[in-house]
């Protein structure tokens, strides 16, 4: 039966109801067992970044976005706020780091959603998502023409892109004359007072690891009292982190990074799976997780007044209130974390 969200004649239709057709695809376990999950450990040999857990976690976040409840509130929200939305059918290409599964997911999402067509190139190695695209364009055929696979982008409307610093200049010269909007480096950060719980530990540990790290909504970087005691966050990566103790790239990257800092005589903290080095930088390496220390709370004002374009997401405990996510939740991203950036907004809306 059709669930139509109260405000979605301000929407397209077709596009609600054709992600309500991949949500109930997704919800049945026969169907995705036998369609879905065989490419999650085709794509872990393609790509062995892209390890099942990982995989599957995305599809998670994929499902909250696509609920019933959650197109209704993006629906309600847009109406509200008198947001117009283009009649247009735009061809928005997208160039991606693909550090993470979610990564091809989250464009999709953002570009089908909001009446346009997704243009991607084509790539033997993103198993899982061609395979994911396949699903939805089996349950809802409507959308085939709103999905594009091609070798080379032509007579695109505009362009979505992740862009080094580094490589900027280039692509700001090159798509001089075409709407864009080139995503740069984000992460997010977590603030702990030192009275978290186990389970709380172990929810920041989750949101540190998940995607190895390389997601944009991942914690690389942490905020922690004066005279913090690292020792029981130490043991939770050091013993309950499976998915990095087998995991041969990531721990190369961990010995590397041992070896960088013994010979620059740096300190750092060794938690065994991961290493916690004090410093600002909002980016550090593969394996690494910053820390900074603070005496009072508001001392972290400045610091994240300064740095707000880098960061994706505050993460805290229920006890602090201070930032917009507890711990656990800070890769299970809303549309609207998606869309906080108006510059984004405009060019698909």
Not at 35 to 48: E, F, G, I, R
Not at 172 to 182: G, Q, V
Not at 224 to 252: G, M, R, T, W
């Amino acid at each position: 039966m059709k669930f139509v969200p109260k405000f979605s004649l301000f929407m397209q239709h077709d596009i609600i109801y054709s992600f309500q057709k991949l949500y109930s695809a997704l919800n049945d376990e026969r169907l995705a067992a036998e369609k879905l999950y065989p490419s999650v450990l085709q794509q872990s040999v393609a790509n062995t970044w892209f390890v099942p857990e990982f995989c599957k976690y995305s599809l998670k976040v994929l499902k909250n976005l696509i609920s019933n409840q959650a197109l209704e509130d993006f629906c309600t929200f847009f109406f509200t706020n008198s947001v117009k939305i283009s009649t247009e059918q735009k061809k928005i290409a997208v160039v991606l780091d693909n550090k993470t599964p979610f990564d091809f997911i989250e464009a999709l999402f953002l570009i089908l959603i909001t009446g346009n067509t997704i243009l991607v190139k084509n790539n033997n190695k993103n198993i899982f998502f061609k395979t994911l695209v396949n699903l939805f364009i089996d349950v809802a055929p409507d959308i085939s023409n709103r999905i594009v696979c091609t070798n080379e982008f032509q007579d695109i409307d505009a362009i979505i892109a992740d862009v080094s610093d580094e490589k900027l200049s280039v692509y700001e010269n090159y798509f001089t004359n075409i709407p864009h909007y080139f995503r740069r480096n984000e992460s997010a950060i977590a603030i702990l007072n030192g009275d978290e719980t186990e389970k709380e530990l172990l929810n920041i540990a989750e949101d540190i690891y998940c995607y190895f790290g390389m997601g944009r909504f991942s914690v690389r970087c942490i905020f922690v009292p004066e005279n913090y005691d690292f020792s029981k966050l130490v043991d939770i990566f050091a013993n309950k982190c499976d998915i990095l103790k087998h995991h041969n790239q990531y721990l190369n990257n961990l010995e590397y990074q041992k070896t960088v800092k013994l010979m620059m005589r740096q300190d750092y903290i060794d938690a065994g799976t991961l290493l916690f080095v004090e410093s600002d930088s909002l980016f550090p390496p593969i394996s690494v997780v910053n820390f900074i220390r603070y005496q009072k709370l508001y001392e972290l004002d400045f610091f994240i007044e300064s740095n707000k374009n880098e960061i994706s997401r505050i993460v805290s405990s229920s006890k602090i209130h201070y930032g917009n996510s507890v711990f656990g939740e800070s890769n299970n991203v809303s549309a609207f974390d998606l869309l906080k950036d108006e510059s984004l907004r405009l060019l698909l809306f």
